[in-house]
């Protein structure tokens, strides 16, 4: 076949001269990834600016070429932020689309471009830069969650409630320190986001296909340009690693599910059942048949979520699972999870933040909850142990004991005389109605930790110091 007679899908493709006649529709159509990897636009064109001032700096190429080149990429930036760019499938992917764009724009010097790398080093330099950039917008919004959980826990740290373990009364709490636990565990969340990005950040550029280049290059200074700590040690693991994926996969599962335990406590929380806080028209919806109904859907939604950030995970990982190195087009797979997981991320931590700034309290209702499962039963069972000196196991016997007293009667513990508490254990004296209310059983709880108000208020000024919140 001549050069005439050969087809324009082989003569535009960037393989084009290896073949004599261009892919199958179908070849097209599962190759091409520029319907998601558009998204990387910003960062292949920060790279593409970073490899062409290293390749002028190199004498590689002429100063001439590398301000032509930047002048056609800061064109092409501006043009896709407009929306006026023209996106190619037949072009494969987001690198050829600007590339191509590019030689429209300023000619020759831009085929001198892509000297010393490869799509596989530049896509490995976008996607890094890309997650990088995304953890960065995901501790910022986790630190504002953090925010508004500590403005909402320093206002309920006196607030009474039941303390749930199976969902039964177990101990009374405040619901500032319930909401403080939600601030350690995003806490944990943002320090695994913070790992996950120190180990991100080296770079990949300039590993070319997968065993360097004959070229004389400066990977140091592509790597500072870029914000790197370093380049990559190994050329060959620069170009097949996708661990910050996974790790940025696996980070933000662990955030989703912890979101998604907070939103199922205020499904609970807002159930007629309970009554321990209310959402406003912004945060729930209505029924279509039942016009009494208030549903919180925007917590159901975020108590979802997991599912699709959790199943990116784990394709991830299938797809990279027995993958020989250095690169395969398998890989192509490693970026619309990570772009979904990404946004349904982002989307739930807006919803969850936005949740707990909108939640009303409604401590009435959190005290009269305490009133039923005999939450001061375990501060029966200390006071035997510390003022009688009775072994717990011993203990936990004689208030299980009272404790069926109160139930056969249908009372709670504090409404028993001392003379009833007296016929399971003659030595009980009346210094035990002091610590049977839920105010002294919180009240007493002063460990590092602990519910009491006055230490709920010590760990919220000592959280805001570590992670850098200031109070509202």
């Not at 009364?169 to 990005?197: K, S």
């Not at 619309?336 to 349904?344: K, L, P, T």
């Amino acid at each position: 076949m001549t050069e005439k007679d050969t087809p324009d899908s082989a003569k535009s493709s960037i393989w084009g001269g290896r073949f004599s006649s261009g892919p199958s529709q179908l070849m097209q159509d599962i190759n091409a990834s520029i319907d998601y990897d558009k998204r990387l636009y910003r960062q292949d064109i920060t790279g593409s600016r970073a490899h062409a001032s290293m390749l002028a700096a190199c004498g590689i190429i002429s100063e001439s070429d590398r301000d032509a080149i930047h002048g056609g990429l800061d064109t092409i930036g501006a043009e896709i932020a407009a929306g006026d760019f023209t996106f190619s499938a037949a072009l494969e992917d987001i690198h050829m689309n600007i590339e191509s764009r590019l030689a429209e724009l300023i000619g020759e010097p831009a085929r001198r471009l892509h000297t010393a790398r490869s799509r596989n080093d530049q896509v490995a330099t976008d996607f890094r830069l890309w997650v990088r950039e995304l953890i960065d917008s995901v501790d910022e919004a986790l630190a504002g969650l953090q925010a508004v959980l500590l403005r909402r826990a320093e206002e309920h740290a006196d607030t009474l409630m039941p303390g749930f373990t199976h969902l039964q009364t177990a101990q009374p709490v405040t619901f500032g320190f319930h909401l403080m636990a939600y601030v350690e565990m995003f806490g944990r969340d943002r320090g695994r986001f913070a790992d996950a990005r120190a180990r991100l950040n080296e770079s990949p550029l300039g590993a070319a296909a997968l065993a360097g280049t004959g070229f004389p290059t400066d990977r140091q200074m592509t790597a500072e340009l870029l914000g790197f700590d370093r380049p990559m040690a190994n050329a060959m693991d620069a170009v097949s690693d996708r661990d910050f994926a996974l790790e940025f996969l696996s980070s933000a599962a662990i955030c989703a599910v912890h979101m998604s335990r907070l939103a199922e406590e205020m499904v609970i929380w807002c159930s007629d059942r309970f009554g321990f806080i209310a959402l406003s028209d912004a945060f729930t919806t209505g029924s279509s048949i039942m016009p009494q109904k208030r549903n919180p859907d925007a917590a159901e939604l975020v108590r979802a979520k997991p599912g699709r950030i959790i199943g990116a995970l784990n394709g991830l990982l299938i797809v990279l699972k027995g993958l020989p190195l250095a690169y395969g087009k398998d890989m192509q797979e490693d970026k619309e999870g990570v772009f979904d997981a990404a946004d349904a991320l982002g989307i739930a931590l807006a919803a969850t933040t936005g949740m707990v700034a909108d939640m009303t309290a409604r401590p009435e209702n959190m005290r009269a909850a305490l009133e039923q499962g005999f939450p001061t039963a375990t501060d029966l069972a200390d006071y035997l142990v510390r003022d009688l000196g009775l072994p717990f196991r011993e203990a936990h016997h004689v208030s299980g004991s009272i404790v069926a007293i109160a139930a056969g009667k249908g009372c709670d513990l504090d409404a028993l005389s001392l003379e009833e508490m007296q016929q399971v254990e003659p030595r009980i004296t009346a210094a035990v109605m002091d610590i049977l209310s839920c105010e002294a059983a919180v009240a007493m709880r002063r460990s590092f930790g602990g519910t009491a108000p006055d230490e709920v208020r010590a760990r919220i000024a000592e959280a805001r110091a570590r992670y850098g919140i200031g109070a509202a």
